[in-house]
């Protein structure tokens, strides 16, 4: 089957026309003449395909018709070319009217269709006879300051006022903000953890424990001392550690995790990714009461899979994960046994961001999440609870490092300038082809395992790398935060077995191959990710219709801070609608019997007030990710969150081998307190399926 095009009926295609569809017009010399570009994402293992710059990459479909024959070596060639013509990149020459090219990596740009005197040259020169503009051109090429800047200083301060309430910071490349908004606050009571830092013990970093078979951990949550920035804070540790422990398992494994709950907010621990038993799963209000303060559960884990899982709070995430409860378990499968083969070293890293003003975090929502469109957006990142990371590595060094994204909302666009990367796995499994890359697209909630061969001696950075759009200044930002520093040494790493070079699986991809035949008998379900709003103030619904016009696949940075820190998820309802039935959220509990196969199109609406990325995440099943908007996926692995950019769709495949009930939500940590959770039970023989819910309230769980 054809992948759709911008030219069929909405209803057959997969994604939305405003930011994948570009009409040409012809030029006065070439009336009647027409086309349009499909743009499509560039193939990626990663749920983004952008460069390690942060630009979106695109592969260009475009098709021309009514034009005028040209006797060869004549003919018409394709162009992108940037707004201000100083860069070209050649598309090809039109054969049967369409040419296909890519990937194109340009904020904004220009599609031209010239005749050429010479349709094999690399060089334009002929006239133009169609030309578009991309979507993004609705941003100006230099950015303008359409808003005034922002207020004085002193108005805009990030210390503490008398209400409790400290205003985000702006940051330092952004500006402007839109007039009026500093002086509102949330609609809600700030709150700040128990305690003053100074009296709390320092947070230990991570530490690796070995579970075997039938162990029993006790995992504590409670206060603990973080230095950020140099600044002595008030955060939440598991065991004293911040992240907390790093667990390893082996597959097949059965141990257990007493949990106890010693902070001031209620408690709940989910193992994100493990097929567990779903009394074990920690989705407050679906599997279990939220343990309070003082209160202990017992888990039992089971690990039926190998792979790279982490685990946090289901109950205030927005809080209680943002301030530290969060950490890495890694289950060591077959595959394991070659690795000293072909790395030297095996490291969990966590990826987070923190949001701080001049007297320490920003408060979060006593009531309600604050941040409730687009998440709240750190400006201090961290790899394992420090701004200051370090390691130390030798010449030739190969370090299997596992990247895990802890943040609220933040995508983390991470690269390591100077070695070479090896893409191994991702959430529950390793690729069947394994690939070069330059950087890993991570989105909250996903694992993808890396290979870094580190080639010469001195400083390598570990970076994230975005092109952010600026809502106020209408323009690109390149906004570049260094997480830490690997010093490569002169001393020589000992020679590995395998050498640095890409493995391929033969038994993996038969059987992503077979699972995914599957699909054609499997039941078939379609969501939508949505939007609705209560009421907001004026200022900050006009500031929003900016963002209506285009909309990048995600917003890489907290460029608007105002915007984003006053609406709550009172006033905010995020929302996965049943296509079918029109069912949404807590009314949405599907049922299905266990061994069977689930077809599932998650498609991001984009006509909203707010449209944006959303990092779809399911419960104790896994998935493989049959296409993105209608694109049949070539890098299948099992996974269990997957990201949906605005006016995408993703097409999932979904094993429901594992009994219980379960819940499916958005990761951004505000989103799910807005309401964005449904459930699925996966029926155990002779069950019946539970009476469907009848709770339209707003709010999380």
């Known amino acids: 089957m054809a992948p759709p095009r911008c030219g069929e009926p909405a209803a057959a295609r997969a994604f939305d026309a405003g930011l994948f569809c570009l009409p040409l017009l012809p030029a006065a010399s070439a009336e009647g003449a027409s086309g349009q570009v499909t743009l499509r994402p560039a193939p990626s293992p990663f749920g983004l395909a952008a460069t390690a710059a942060g630009v979106p990459e695109l592969v260009l479909e475009v098709e021309a018709a009514g034009l005028p024959p040209l006797a060869p070596p004549a003919g018409y060639v394709a162009w992108a070319v940037t707004p201000m013509f100083t860069r070209e990149v050649r598309l090809g020459a039109l054969r049967a009217g369409r040419v296909t090219s890519g990937p194109v990596a340009l904020a904004q740009f220009l599609v031209l269709v010239t005749a050429e005197p010479d349709a094999r040259g ?103 001392r973080r230095t950020v920035r140099g600044q002595p804070v008030v955060a939440y540790a598991y065991n004293g550690q911040l992240p907390g422990p790093v667990l390893h398992v082996r597959q097949g494994a059965r141990v257990f995790v007493r949990f106890v709950n010693r902070t001031a907010l209620p408690g709940a621990v989910h193992w994100h990714g493990l097929r567990l038993v779903d009394s074990s799963d920690g989705a407050v209000g679906l599997t279990q009461a939220a343990v309070p303060p003082g209160g202990s559960f017992l888990y039992t884990l089971d690990v039926p899979d190998a792979g790279t899982f982490w685990y946090h709070p289901h109950a205030r995430e927005d809080a209680a994960q943002d301030l530290g409860l969060a950490a890495m378990l890694v289950v060591h499968g077959a595959d394991d046994a070659d690795a000293p083969r072909r790395v030297h ?17 920003i408060p979060w929502g006593r009531e309600a999440a604050t941040h409730a469109l687009m998440g709240r957006v750190g400006n201090v990142l961290t790899v394992n609870g420090t701004d200051r990371w370090r390691l130390a590595a030798r010449r030739g060094e190969v370090v299997r490092l596992r990247f895990a994204n802890a943040a609220n909302a933040r995508v983390f666009n991470v690269s390591l300038p100077g070695a070479r990367l090896r893409l191994v796995a991702t959430d529950l499994g390793p690729y069947a082809r394994e690939h070069w890359v330059d950087h890993v697209t991570i989105a909250p909630g996903e694992r993808y395992v890396v290979d870094a061969r580190f080639e010469a001696p001195g400083a390598v950075p570990l970076v994230n790398r975005v092109t952010a759009p600026h809502p106020a200044s209408r323009g690109f930002l390149e906004v570049v935060d260094t997480l830490g520093v690997v ?215």
């Not at 947070?203 to 995992?219: H, K, Q, S, V």
Request: a negative charge; aromatic letters at 4%.
């Open 487 to 701: 010093e490569v040494g002169d001393e020589p790493a000992p020679p590995l077995a395998a050498p640095f070079a890409l493995a391929e699986r033969p038994a993996v991809a038969r059987a992503h191959a077979r699972a995914a035949r599957a699909a054609r008998g499997a039941a078939a379900r379609a969501l939508l990710l949505t939007l609705r709003l209560d009421t907001l103030p004026f200022g900050l619904v006009q500031a929003m219709r900016l963002d209506t016009a285009w909309v990048m696949p995600v917003e890489w940075a907290g460029l608007m801070p105002m915007m984003d820190w006053l609406p709550t998820a009172r006033e905010v309802r995020w929302v996965l609608r049943d296509e079918a039935t029109g069912r949404e959220n807590r009314t949405l509990d599907w049922a299905f019997p266990a061994g069977a196969r689930l077809r599932l199109r998650v498609a991001n609406d984009r006509h909203t007030l707010h449209p944006m990325a959303h990092p779809f995440h399911l419960h104790g099943q896994r998935f493989l990710v049959l296409a993105r908007n209608g694109v049949p996926e070539r890098d299948l692995a099992w996974k269990d969150t997957i990201l949906v950019p605005p006016g995408t769709s993703v097409e999932l495949l979904v094993e429901l081998d594992n009994p219980g009930r379960w819940m499916f939500h958005c990761h951004i940590a505000e989103h799910i307190e807005s309401g964005m959770h449904g459930a699925l039970t996966v029926l155990r023989p002779g069950e019946r399926a539970p009476a469907l819910p009848h709770d339209h309230s707003l709010g999380g769980h």
């Open 122 to 224: 690399t060089a334009r020169r002929g006239r133009p006879v169609l030309r578009g503009t991309s979507p993004s051109m609705v941003l100006q090429p230099h950015g303008a300051n359409a808003l005034p800047p922002r207020a004085l200083a002193a108005a805009h301060a990030h210390h503490a006022r008398p209400s409790g309430w400290t205003m985000p910071p702006m940051h330092p490349l952004a500006p402007t903000m839109p007039p009026g908004l500093e002086q509102l606050e949330p609609a809600v009571a700030p709150w700040l953890p128990e305690g003053a830092a100074a009296s709390l013990p320092e947070a230990r970093a991570p530490e690796a424990t070995w579970l075997a078979p039938g162990d029993t951990l006790e995992l504590v949550a409670a206060p603990a």
């Open 345 to 361: 070293r095996d490291l969990a890293l966590l990826l987070d961001d923190l949001l701080l003003g001049d007297d320490g975090p």
